[in-house]
Each structure stands twice: as C-alpha cells, then as structure tokens.
T-cell receptor
Framework: RKEVEQDPGPFNVPEGATVAFNCTYSNSASQSFFWYRQDCRKEPKLLMSVYSSGNEDGRFTAQLNRASQYISLLIRDSKLSDSATYLCVVNSDSSNTGKLIFGQGTTLQVKP | DVKVTQSSRYLVKRTGEKVFLECVQDMDHENMFWYRQDPGLGLRLIYFSYDVKMKEKGDIPEGYSVSREKKERFSLILESASTNQTSMYLC??????????????FGDGTRLSIL
C-alpha cells in the first residue's frame, strides 16, 4: 500500500463548479498535512496547510479526518486558472527530519 | 519570500559524465532535499540533509551522491550519468522547527537529459 494515495483523475469540471479531492495516508502517526499545487512543467507550490479543525482560504477548504486517515480539498466556484495537479502531502514520521511524502497528484481541468 | 535557486533549468549531458546539480536557498533553512519527478511516478526522494555535512539517503539514492558543505547550498552529484537518470530534478528546503514538520519550498527544477 502506498503511503499517500490519491485518485489521479483527471477531474474535468465546468467553470463555477465545486470539486472535491480526497487523499488517504497510511501512517497513523503523521502529524503534518499539506496540499500543494503543481502546474504543468513547473515546481510544486504550497497551496495550504491542513489543520485538525479544518481550514479555509478563500475558495479552498481543507479538512482532516484522523480516524479514517484521509484529508480532503474542496474548491468552490472553480476558475480556469485552477487547472493544475494537486498534490497531497504528509509528513513521513515523527522524527522531525522535515521529510515529507508526496502523493502522485490529482489532475484538475476546469473547462469554460 | 523563500527563494530556492537551482543552477540550471535545462541541462544536456552524455552517458558516463559526472554531473553536478546545485541548489542554493536564502532563508537559512536547516533541511534541504533532492527529488526527481517522472511521469506516473510522482516525486521520489533521492537524498536529504538536515544540517551542514549531514546527509541521509532517500528512497532512490543509487547512482547519486550529495554534498552539503555550507548551510545554504546542497549539491546533487550523478557519479556516472546514465540514460535512466533523464528526469526533472527538484530541490527543496524547509526550516527545522521543533515539534512539527514545516512545508517544503521548491526551486524551479532542472530538466536533465542524458544522451
């Protein structure tokens, strides 16, 4: 089983739609969770951290479910510019080495 | 803003050459990482370093080595380049703050082709 699993998609949605991605992780000791965005042929960029109580940043909402070991990302009112690959990221252990595990990503295509 | 700079965006080398990829960060981060990214395989960790002169193997260290002589600089070395090392190489850094893992910040990446 992969440490971080995501549905690769692609998710094809019209502009203005609401779309949600889930990600599961295998290490119950994981403490830090992030969503990154990666545009085609570019580097990954931090989109948002995911906090235990859930958090929102504009049109983006991230949630964590520790019992079921998954995190989610909800995008409301999708824009064409949201088209990208979204990477789910989890810290790999509790040793504070800074090591993170990246999912393979979910591709989103927002259509006019 | 954190700035992670990789020395080259595109690089073409020949099989058997020794290849150096350089990465510099300007935020005094303790942790630095080298990944490669290939279609369908995602990001794979090659080596990382949590302090000067310290290095740890990642998931795919074979054929690579690293050097961290100064805090801001982390070099990836392909000892004898092979065609299966053609890939996108990404450097990242993060601060070490006790008690939590911080997000990593990436450089622009180096597209390396081995002919």
């Amino acid at each position: 089983r992969k440490e971080v699993e995501q549905d690769p998609g692609p998710f094809n949605v019209p502009e203005g739609a609401t779309v949600a991605f889930n990600c599961t992780y295998s290490n119950s000791a994981s403490q830090s969770f992030f969503w990154y965005r990666q545009d085609c042929r570019k580097e990954p960029k931090l989109l948002m951290s995911v906090y235990s109580s859930g958090n929102e940043d504009g049109r983006f909402t991230a949630q964590l479910n520790r019992a079921s070991q998954y995190i989610s990302l909800l995008i409301r009112d999708s824009k064409l510019s949201d088209s990208a690959t979204y990477l789910c990221v989890v810290n790999s252990d509790s040793s504070n080495t800074g090591k993170l595990i990246f999912g393979q990503g979910t591709t989103l295509q927002v259509k006019p | 803003d954190v700035k992670v700079t990789q020395s080259s965006r595109y690089l073409v080398k020949r099989t058997g050459e020794k290849v150096f990829l350089e990465c510099v960060q300007d935020m005094d981060h303790e942790n630095m990482f080298w990944y490669r990214q290939d279609p369908g395989l995602g990001l794979r960790l090659i080596y990382f370093s949590y302090d000067v002169k310290m290095k740890e193997k990642g998931d795919i260290p074979e054929g690579y080595s690293v050097s961290r002589e100064k805090k801001e600089r982390f070099s990836l070395i392909l000892e004898s380049a092979s065609t299966n090392q053609t890939s996108m190489y990404l450097c990242a850094s993060s601060p070490h703050r006790g008690g939590s893992n911080q997000p990593q910040h990436f450089g622009d990446g180096t597209r390396l082709s081995i002919l």
